[in-house]
């Protein structure tokens, strides 16, 4: 049965840091590019950083390079995002989704190229 199971969210103040998990089951992360988006409240889902099947080549979002860094454990069917120098305009529900195949440039930021999603882990960042 595939499962999609985000974690690791939570409250925290500006500057802080998170680690978020995204747990795969019933797929394979060698053959599945796996994706961060976040909707913050009164606003559109936005992709937030990538990593692609066939080569690992990971992608982020203009607002949060240099501050996360995507990363995959294959072993632990497991995608995480290491989320520093964290801000309150980071603050949104962070979801994973899966994309069977490789991902590009273009495309890794548009949604309805992920088959699968998880439902989602709330982020805070506040003083």
């Known amino acids: 049965q595939l499962q999609i199971v985000e974690s690791g969210g939570g409250s925290v103040q500006p500057g802080g840091s998170l680690r978020l998990s995204c747990v795969v089951s019933?797929?394979?992360?060698?053959?599945?590019?796996i994706g961060w988006f976040r909707q913050a409240p009164g606003k559109e889902r936005e992709g937030v950083s990538a990593?692609?099947?066939?080569?690992?080549?990971?992608y982020y979002a203009d607002s949060v390079k240099g501050r996360f860094t995507i990363s995959r454990d294959s072993g632990k069917s497991t995608v995480y995002l290491q989320m520093n120098s964290l801000k309150p305009e980071d603050t949104a529900v962070y979801y994973c989704?899966?994309?069977?195949?490789?991902?590009?440039?273009?495309?890794?930021?548009?949604?309805?190229?992920?088959?699968?999603w998880g439902q989602g882990t709330q982020v805070t960042v506040s003083a």
């Open positions: 989704a899966a994309d069977q195949g490789s991902i590009t440039t273009q495309g890794w930021r548009v949604m309805y190229e992920y088959d699968y």
């Open positions: 019933g797929l394979s992360l060698k053959y599945y590019s």
């Open positions: 990593i692609s099947s066939v080569d690992g080549t990971t």
